[in-house]
């Protein structure tokens, strides 16, 4: 039987899909923060003190629930941060439409997939691995409204996005984000 493009789009989606745990995420928040006190005792500091005060995930999420995105989706997790660090490679600060959010997340949810090592994935790694990439857009989104109107600052920030971008295997400036 031939299978449908709403139906391997449907299979695709779920591979990337968790079911999320409170104490996790505890846990996940914990160890970004003392993986971040080796290299930024102060930034580290200042994670700590947020993740005490607020409920990060949930803040987060509400910001990709209003691109359509999921926080219990890791392809939803990597689309928000491509999309974050991409935009803000280009100094912009505002984000691309929900559209956009949505094409790159199923272009995520079909890299994942064909993943072996992402197919064994549990839950759990499923989960540090989307907060991780949350938290990240999160921080990335953060520096961009700090340098907000100071043409030196963004381009610096641009510039320590694509760098660390590039460290992960992502050449943002050989790519272009669009709603397909």
Excluded: C
């Amino acid at each position: 039987r031939e299978i449908s493009s709403q139906d391997f789009d449907r299979n695709v989606n779920a591979t990337s899909e968790f079911t999320p745990s409170k104490a996790r995420t505890r846990a996940n928040l914990k160890s970004f923060v003392t993986k971040t006190r080796a290299t930024d005792p102060a930034g580290a500091e200042q994670m700590e003190a947020l993740f005490a005060s607020s409920d990060v995930i949930g803040q987060i999420g509400g910001v990709m629930r209003s691109f359509g995105l999921s926080t219990s989706n890791a392809a939803d997790a990597y689309a928000l941060y491509w999309v974050v660090a991409w935009s803000a490679s280009r100094g912009e600060t505002d984000p691309p439409g929900a559209e956009t959010f949505k094409a790159v997340a199923i272009q995520a949810a079909k890299g994942l997939s064909s993943s072996p090592e992402f197919a064994r994935a549990t839950d759990a790694q499923k989960q540090e691995m989307a907060e991780a990439l949350m938290v990240q857009a999160a921080l990335i989104d953060g520096h961009m409204e700090a340098a907000a109107g100071n043409a030196a600052q963004l381009k610096a920030v641009a510039q320590a996005v694509s760098k660390g971008a590039a460290a992960s295997g992502l050449n943002l400036s050989a790519m272009t984000l669009t709603e397909q």
